[in-house]
T-cell receptor, first 111, second 118 residues
């Protein structure tokens, strides 16, 4: 089966930096995605990594190490609106587009 | 530039009833996915279409679940004889990329249908 682990909850202060980790054990690997999901809303795409290294996109960065089965999402200059769940998802097979999701990390940003 | 839309947004069904959930993907998107999201969990894959062809239905939990996309655009997820364990949010997502293509496989999600079986 596919196993994707991430912390259940995190709390951080407005203006700070937070790192959300994700480890995965899947039958194959063809890309890792991070999504943001506000309560009651659709997940929205944040980042995509298929090669090792860091991808930066404004206040958000995502890192991947395929050999370690590890990724993290880094959020800088936290804002109150960043309070949401952050979902790590792996595309396990080439030739298949479906994603395997972790349970999500609920981030609470406090003043 | 409309996104993925789903209807109804909320559905309450009595145990044993049949329900039909609709998804309108982004125009021109080839791939369409259905996911089930239980409270406090990540989405779990149910089924995948490329145009009108259902290429993967390995995630459907039982034969009470059926999905179709007859003309390669709108899709319907049908659940027969609903059970309490079917209560969840059902998410639809669409993607432009074809299987095996080099484009980023970004999936655009709809707002979901929250199904409550009483």
């Amino acid at each position: 089966g596919q196993n994707i682990d991430q912390p259940t909850e995190m709390t951080a202060t407005e203006g700070a930096i937070v790192q959300i980790n994700c480890t995965y054990q899947t039958s194959g690997f063809n890309g890792l995605f991070w999504y943001q999901q506000h309560a009651g809303e659709a997940p929205t795409f944040l980042s995509y990594n298929v090669l090792d290294g860091l991808e930066e996109k404004g206040r958000f960065s995502s890192f991947l190490s395929r050999s370690k089965g590890y990724s993290y999402l880094l959020l800088k200059e936290l804002q109150m609106k960043d309070s949401a769940s952050y979902l790590c998802a792996v595309r396990a097979q080439a030739g298949a587009n479906n994603l395997f999701f972790g349970t999500g990390t609920r981030l609470t940003v406090i003043p | 530039g409309a996104g993925v839309s789903q209807s109804p947004r909320y559905k309450v069904a009595k145990r044993g009833q049949d329900v039909a959930l609709r998804c309108d993907p982004i125009s021109g998107h080839v791939s369409l996915f259905w996911y089930q999201q239980a409270l406090g969990q990540g989405p779990e894959f149910l089924t995948y279409f490329q145009n009108e062809a259902q290429l993967d239905k390995s995630g459907l939990p039982s034969d009470r679940f059926f999905a179709e996309r007859p003309e390669g655009s709108v899709s319907t997820l049908k659940i027969q004889r609903t059970q309490q364990e079917d209560s969840a949010v059902y998410l639809c997502a669409s993607s432009l990329a074809l299987v095996g293509g080099l484009a980023v496989y970004e999936q655009y999600f709809g707002p979901g249908t929250r199904l409550t079986v009483t």
